[in-house]
């Protein structure tokens, strides 16, 4: 008697696996991954930036992940050995890592997103997946991709590339879809000068979320032809996707059909964090009284590894010494000792002295803020100790000198350019 179609695609998350493209060094970041992966940057006071991805295959009933990495892994490797360990590989679940082991040519690393696939693809087969759900490990959503896996199924697709809508001319960064009515792509243009409309909308443009939904042998196949390929860059927005689009049936998958929103009627929430500017708002947004991503749906959690800390705390409390906060977040293990926070977000184990004041700051754990500080406007890496009387956002041509300040304004500081502020 023939399986119900509505089981095969309930129990089609248990028979997929889940690759995360956690190998990248996010350079737009500039001194924020001198020490980690993209993936491994800290963000929302308590996350890496990795936990939406991994969070939402564990909402989504995805229990066979791969993460797969390359530079600079180590503070990666151990946040996922500490707080994605909980799966149970009796029942076949895990969270496996797949670093660069050179298993198929010894002498270089992953040439592309699809080279890293396809250079674990005797590890990836051995699990006798029917679907592959590749994802990238860089950025900031909730998405139930149990639905996209149905869609995808329903459609009859070899291949599906979930997608934003994006104004048009803003678009010219990411790979761009050409869709007919039925959201079959019919080209995949890599940052294109003039992006293609959707059909009906002018103004707006589909870009690609950089996830793919593969049938699995199909899959494979594809990535052997294009490893055979000596003009290939081993890509699977640059040359695997654009190579499919003609000869195979290759669909487009609307974002909100399957985002998790935050509140009734909210605009789907994706973010590239990849800059500085996009990194220290994305924070701030947090801070707001109705943010635009809610971290405290109990229905659609973030899972981290959480150190086990002490309450924040907020002690003096003088006409000129005074311990607070307003419009933001402080996270577990932080000491306010008279400092004024405003509109900033402090992640663990932070300690703002007497006297200083914060605000519009992203402050990464670890971190002093010395008395008499005033730092508006910052994104402040780990473990950084900002000396006494230290000003920031004030003295743009300053600022610049010192540190690394963007066109908007937003200051980075870190642990080497204080050392050398000091020297």
């Known amino acids: 008697m023939p399986v119900p179609v509505e089981r095969e695609l309930r129990l089609a998350p248990r028979r997929a696996i889940a690759l995360v493209l956690a190998g990248g060094r996010g350079s737009r970041l500039k001194q924020l991954t001198d020490r980690r992966a993209k993936p491994a940057v800290h963000f929302g006071g308590k996350f890496r930036i990795i936990d ?158 950089g996830i793919y939904v593969f049938n699995a042998k199909f899959l494979y196949d594809q990535l052997r032809r294009d490893a055979a390929d000596p003009t290939s860059s081993r890509d699977f927005g640059k040359d695997l996707i654009p190579y499919l689009v003609p000869r195979a049936k290759v669909m487009a998958h609307r974002f909100q059909d399957s985002c998790i929103y935050s509140q009734p009627d909210a605009e789907p929430y994706w973010r590239d964090v990849g800059t500085i500017d996009a990194y220290w708002e994305a924070n701030l947004d947090l801070t707001k009284v109705t943010p635009d991503l809610n971290l405290y749906d109990r229905n659609w959690p973030i ?77 402040v890496d780990r473990g950084c100790h900002i000396p006494d009387n230290l000003v920031v956002g004030e003295d743009p041509d300053a600022d610049a000198r010192r540190f690394h300040r963007t066109e908007s304004g937003v200051t980075l500081i870190t642990r080497d350019m204080l050392s050398r502020l000091a020297g």
């Open 52 to 209: 939406f991805a991994l969070s939402n295959c564990i909402n989504s009933g995805f229990r066979r992940i791969s993460v797969i990495t390359q530079y600079k892994s180590h503070s990666l490797l151990v946040h996922l050995q500490r707080g994605w360990g909980f799966l149970r590989g009796e029942i076949n679940e895990f969270v496996d890592f797949l670093p660069a082991q050179q298993r198929i040519d010894e002498t270089s690393w992953y040439q592309g997103t699809a080279d890293a696939v396809y250079q674990n693809l005797d590890i990836l087969m051995s699990h006798g997946a029917e679907h592959v759900l590749i994802l990238a490990g860089d950025h900031i959503y909730k998405m139930d991709y149990a639905a996209m896996l149905a869609w995808h199924i329903q459609r009859g697709a070899d291949v599906t590339v979930p997608c934003v809508e994006v104004p048009r001319m803003e678009a010219t960064g990411f790979g761009v879809m050409h869709v007919d009515d039925t959201d079959q792509v019919v080209s995949f243009l890599e940052k294109p000068a003039d992006p293609p409309a959707i059909p009906g909308k002018p103004d707006k443009a589909l870009a690609s979320m």
């Open 303 to 379: 899972f981290t590894y959480q150190e086990q800390l002490p309450p924040a705390k907020f002690v003096f409390n003088n006409d000129d010494r005074r311990g607070m906060a307003v419009d933001s977040l402080v996270s577990g293990g932080c000491i306010v000792s008279g400092a004024r926070i405003q509109d900033s977000l402090l992640f663990s184990q932070v300690r703002a002295n007497s006297y200083s004041s914060l605000k519009q700051a992203v402050v990464l754990p670890q971190c002093e803020i010395g008395r008499h500080a005033r730092l508006t406007k910052v994104v």
